[in-house]
């Protein structure tokens, strides 16, 4: 690329120098010089000066034009289908980062958050579940397992045939039986007091989960109360109604926030001196009041029960009575929850108490029997027998457990249980926060999808959000100029509103590939235009955009139109005293109207320039043609460029 540009730069360097010869050698001797031996001078012709040989900065910039656009905005979507409680902006508004935006019912957040603790009891048990089949299992272990039963088989076996060897048929028989009412008796008590363990948890989650969002409705309704009035509640006031809570305090809402209350005098110290205006006899506080009075940009009406709202409008009765009807919800599901679980814990009790007296009397019966066989030798034997029964019993357990520990195969399985129900829980709660939309940065409302009162689903655009202070013209190069355009590059932004001022930009995006329109190939471009923060731009704006491509400081600078000679050996005319003379000169870059003199000429010198051509002199028919070569003049090619091949149209 860097062999390319210097080829284009070289060309159009002597594309200038070609200019210059053909124009002066087309005057046929317009004005005389002389060589440096001569002394010989005549008057220059018409059309002809002395330009003074300066320095400066020769920059190149490709000119191009487009559109103002706003490359940050987002799009906003509810996280789950509901009804749209709230709508409080529309398409235009502008927005702070985190305002309100619209809002799901309350039925639906509700489903939400019941939702989100179901997932996360399903959490808890995936983790269980987890952690369990990450357990050990070894041969080894497998093989003491079945060993343990094994032995406790064999102490069992030999238990009974003692007991049975000192024992008549008959007595044995009804020990047997005895001894099987109480392993059942046994059994039943283990499984009632598993299930209260259960319940004991279980319940103690679901109070839990009504406990949290009744303490969530409370924060809640105290930040609503101390947002209007400024009083912290105690905690009993939690569990009075609203028109309770407002007579205890002796606020009237109504004359609260009437307009009477706008006091000027107030309103001027209540930015420096809020402890001026608190009444210790009251227990709102004023300072509050007066803020609102006096701040709020819309209308502020302590009771509205004969009002009809509009934008910006609040009613003060019907933010605390909302807030107060989630709070009572909150607290009947928690005392719902409570007795539920009592109830529940309750009855597991009871069971358990049952089967504590059934193994009991299974006890006292098979005892008052040993008892009437009289015989020590008969309850040393039975006691053996449990002993081996029990025993015989845990290693069953033991070895069931391992045998049950899962694979591989399972063990991945748990583990993409506990991943999945780790996602619901995020999915949850995502949805949960996005049941209330807020404005991720500041900027406006481009585009409002949502109706207040009518379902929305997730997939539905509720909003369009954009970032007005990072403004980008959108513009378009020609394949010829992308190629000396890079990112980070210099511009200088016009404006077709504000044809005065320049703005500075820096380009942020140059397009790897372009598009074929007609034969014409272009690339898009962006480029970030600073402006002041007291201006704001508008999308689709007219924009021009002149790009740096090179730049070069304190240069000796011609006008190239001054240039003379021939390609090989360009030479200018430099005024000495009264004469005229012919000088060579190496040269530089040029941007079309000025070109560097390297050597030959020196700062203050006076060259002669050709100042001006008519549209039927063939030497400005002739320039033109050459600077449509260079694609500098000419008509619009294709595009929305103002001239040159496409939109990119240099200007040097």
């Known amino acids: 690329?860097?062999?390319?540009?210097?080829?284009?730069?070289?060309?159009?360097?002597?594309?200038?120098?070609?200019?210059?010869?053909?124009?002066?050698?087309?005057?046929?001797?317009?004005?005389?010089?002389?060589?440096?031996?001569?002394?010989?001078?005549?008057?220059?012709?018409?059309?002809?000066?002395?330009?003074?040989?300066?320095?400066?900065?020769?920059?190149?910039?490709?000119?191009?034009?487009?559109?103002?656009?706003?490359?940050?905005?987002?799009?906003?979507?509810?996280?789950?289908?509901?009804?749209?409680?709230?709508?409080?902006?529309?398409?235009?508004?502008q927005v702070q980062t985190g305002k309100i935006l619209a809002r799901l019912d309350d039925d639906t957040v509700a489903q939400l958050q019941k939702d989100l603790a179901q997932a996360q009891v399903n959490l808890q048990d995936a983790t269980n579940a987890y952690a369990l089949a990450q357990e050990p299992q070894t041969d080894l272990g497998l093989a003491k397992a079945r060993a343990a039963v094994a032995s406790a088989e064999l102490k069992l076996d030999q238990s009974t045939d003692a007991l049975a060897d000192i024992q008549e048929p008959a007595t044995l028989a009804a020990l047997v039986e005895l001894q099987s009412h109480k392993t059942t008796a046994t059994s039943a008590l283990g499984s009632a007091q598993n299930d209260l363990a259960f319940q004991q948890v279980n319940q103690a989650s679901k109070v839990q989960v009504a406990t949290d969002a009744l303490n969530n409705a409370k924060a809640d309704y105290q930040v609503t109360i101390n947002k209007f009035l400024g009083i912290k509640l105690v905690e009993a006031e939690y569990e009075t109604t609203p028109d309770e809570f407002l007579s205890w305090h002796a606020i009237d809402l109504g004359f609260l926030f009437a307009p009477l209350q706008r006091d000027a005098k107030i309103h001027s110290i209540?930015?420096?001196?809020?402890?001026?205006?608190?009444?210790?006899?009251?227990?709102?506080s004023e300072f509050t009041v007066y803020t609102w009075l006096s701040l709020y940009p819309g209308n502020i009406y302590g009771t509205c029960a004969k009002l009809t709202l509009?934008?910006?409008?609040?009613?003060?009765?019907?933010?605390?009575?909302?807030?107060?009807?989630?709070?009572?919800?909150?607290?009947?599901?928690?005392?719902?929850?409570?007795?539920?679980?009592?109830?529940?814990?309750?009855?597991?009790?009871?069971?358990?108490?049952?089967?504590?007296?059934?193994?009991?009397?299974?006890?006292?019966?098979?005892?008052?029997?040993?008892?009437?066989?009289?015989?020590?030798?008969?309850?040393?034997?039975?006691?053996?027998?449990?002993?081996?029964s029990a025993q015989l019993e845990d290693a069953n357990e033991t070895l069931a457990d391992l045998i049950a520990l899962p694979d591989k195969l399972t063990l991945a399985l748990k583990k993409a249980e506990l991943n999945g129900a780790t996602a619901k829980v995020g999915t949850a709660k995502q949805q949960l926060e996005l049941a209330v939309l807020k404005a991720p940065f500041n900027g406006f409302i481009s585009k409002v999808g949502v109706v207040e009162g009518r379902t929305s689903g997730a997939n539905n655009l509720a909003f369009e959000v954009v970032d007005s202070s990072i403004a980008e013209v959108d513009?378009?190069?020609?394949?010829?100029?992308?190629?000396?355009?890079?990112?980070?590059a210099d511009a200088l932004i016009t404006l077709d509103s504000l044809p005065g001022p320049q703005f500075p930009g820096v380009v942020t995006n140059?397009?790897?590939?372009?598009?074929?329109?007609?034969?014409?190939?272009?690339?898009?471009?962006?480029?970030?235009?600073?402006?002041?923060?007291?201006?704001?731009?508008?999308?689709?704006?007219?924009?021009?955009?002149?790009?740096?491509?090179?730049?070069?400081?304190?240069?000796?600078?011609i006008p190239s139109t001054s240039i003379a000679g021939t390609i090989d050996q360009p030479t200018v005319l430099i005024s000495q005293g009264d004469t005229v003379t012919e000088r060579e000169v190496t040269l530089g870059t040029s941007d079309g109207f000025w070109t560097i003199a390297l050597t030959?000429?020196?700062?203050?010198?006076?060259?002669?320039?050709?100042?001006?051509?008519?549209?039927?002199?063939?030497?400005?028919?002739?320039?033109?043609?050459?600077?449509?070569?260079?694609?500098?003049?000419?008509?619009?090619?294709?595009?929305?460029?103002?001239?040159?091949?496409?939109?990119?149209?240099?200007?040097?």
């Open 1 to 93: 690329m860097g062999a390319l540009i210097n080829w284009l730069k070289t060309l159009q360097v002597w594309q200038a120098i070609t200019i210059a010869v053909v124009v002066l050698g087309a005057t046929g001797g317009g004005y005389a010089y002389t060589q440096s031996d001569s002394s010989d001078s005549e008057p220059l012709e018409d059309g002809q000066q002395f330009v003074e040989v300066r320095k400066g900065d020769l920059i190149n910039q490709i000119t191009s034009s487009g559109s103002i656009v706003f490359p940050i905005r987002e799009s906003l979507y509810f996280g789950s289908q509901g009804t749209v409680a709230e709508v409080s902006v529309e398409v235009g508004d």
């Open 270 to 284: 209540l930015a420096f001196t809020p402890d001026l205006v608190e009444d210790p006899d009251t227990d709102w």
């Open 310 to 388: 509009v934008k910006q409008d609040i009613c003060v009765r019907t933010e605390i009575d909302k807030s107060w009807e989630v709070l009572d919800k909150a607290a009947s599901a928690w005392t719902a929850a409570d007795t539920t679980a009592a109830k529940t814990i309750s009855t597991s009790l009871k069971a358990v108490d049952t089967a504590t007296t059934v193994l009991n009397t299974a006890v006292d019966k098979l005892q008052t029997t040993l008892d009437g066989v009289n015989s020590l030798e008969i309850v040393l034997k039975q006691r053996d027998m449990e002993v081996a």
């Open 475 to 488: 513009a378009r190069l020609d394949e010829i100029d992308v190629l000396m355009v890079r990112v980070g």
């Open 510 to 557: 140059v397009s790897p590939i372009g598009t074929n329109q007609q034969g014409v190939v272009t690339f898009p471009v962006r480029i970030q235009v600073q402006t002041p923060g007291r201006l704001r731009l508008r999308e689709q704006m007219n924009a021009t955009a002149r790009i740096v491509i090179e730049k070069e400081s304190d240069v000796l600078l």
């Open 600 to 652: 030959g000429v020196e700062e203050g010198d006076m060259v002669v320039s050709t100042t001006q051509a008519g549209s039927s002199d063939p030497r400005a028919e002739f320039r033109q043609m050459m600077q449509q070569m260079r694609g500098l003049g000419g008509g619009n090619s294709g595009g929305q460029g103002s001239s040159g091949r496409g939109q990119g149209a240099r200007t040097r």
